[in-house]
Structures are given as C-alpha cells and as structure tokens.
C-alpha cells in the first residue's frame, strides 16, 4: 500500500511563498515519478509540475512557471513544491500524485497517467 501525505498549505498574501511538501509512505520512492496538481472551487483539477524518478526532468503549467519549483529529495522520500509570487488565482487544494509507468513522460500532465494521490492541501492567498 502506498500513501501519499502533504502538509504545509495556508493562508498567505498575495506576493508571499509557501513550501509545499508531500511524503510517499509504503514503496521505493525513487521508483515513483510525481506530480502536483490543484483544483479551486468550481473548477475542475489541474496540472501544476511534474518531477521525473531522478529529478533530472521537470515540468511545469505555464501560469506557474518562473514562480513554482518542483524538487524531490529521495533520501526523505519526499517531493516539494516551492510556491514564490503567490496570487490569489493561486488558491486551491494541492495535491501530490505518484506514477510508476514508463509512458509518464508522454502524459505527466494528465490525471489519469498516476495511480496513487495524497488527501490534498488547501492554499489560500489574499489579495
């Protein structure tokens, strides 16, 4: 069984940063490519960024790139989202996905490409 956990969402200005992070719990995390994805109210969920099993390849949402940066440290098992230039468009609940198929780096993007998700993170900014 693998369980995905993130912490580290709130309540933040509009301009402001938080760090996101999410721990895989259950299997070899270096085997697992992961993603974040968000969804806000009314909307349905989006892709966000996407690190591969080495950290060598990313991937980012063009409304985010230059303000997120997806990182993974494989020795704590962990993924970060390091969130900078936060607006309140930016508000949603994050959630980290992890994949284990090879076909991932055609389709990071897509929500249906991971098999394990977290419960999800809520990050408000105020404007």
């Known amino acids: 069984q693998v369980q995905l956990v993130e912490s580290g969402g709130g309540l933040v200005q509009a301009w402001g940063s938080l760090r996101l992070s999410c721990t895989v719990f259950?299997?070899?995390?270096?085997?697992?490519?992961l993603g974040w994805f968000r969804q806000a109210p009314g909307k349905e969920r989006e892709f966000v960024a996407f690190?591969?099993?080495?950290?060598?390849?990313?991937d980012y949402a063009n409304s985010v790139k230059g303000r997120f940066i997806i990182s993974r440290d494989n020795a704590k098992n962990t993924v970060y989202l390091q969130m900078n230039s936060l607006k309140p468009e930016d508000t949603a609940v994050y959630y980290c996905?992890?994949?284990?198929?090879?076909?991932?780096?055609?389709?990071?993007?897509?929500?249906?490409?991971?098999?394990?998700w977290g419960q999800g993170t809520q990050v408000t900014v105020s404007s």
């Open positions: 259950g299997r070899t995390f270096s085997s697992y490519a």
């Open positions: 690190i591969s099993w080495s950290g060598g390849t990313t």
């Open positions: 996905a992890a994949s284990s198929r090879s076909t991932i780096f055609t389709s990071n993007r897509y929500e249906g490409s991971y098999d394990y």
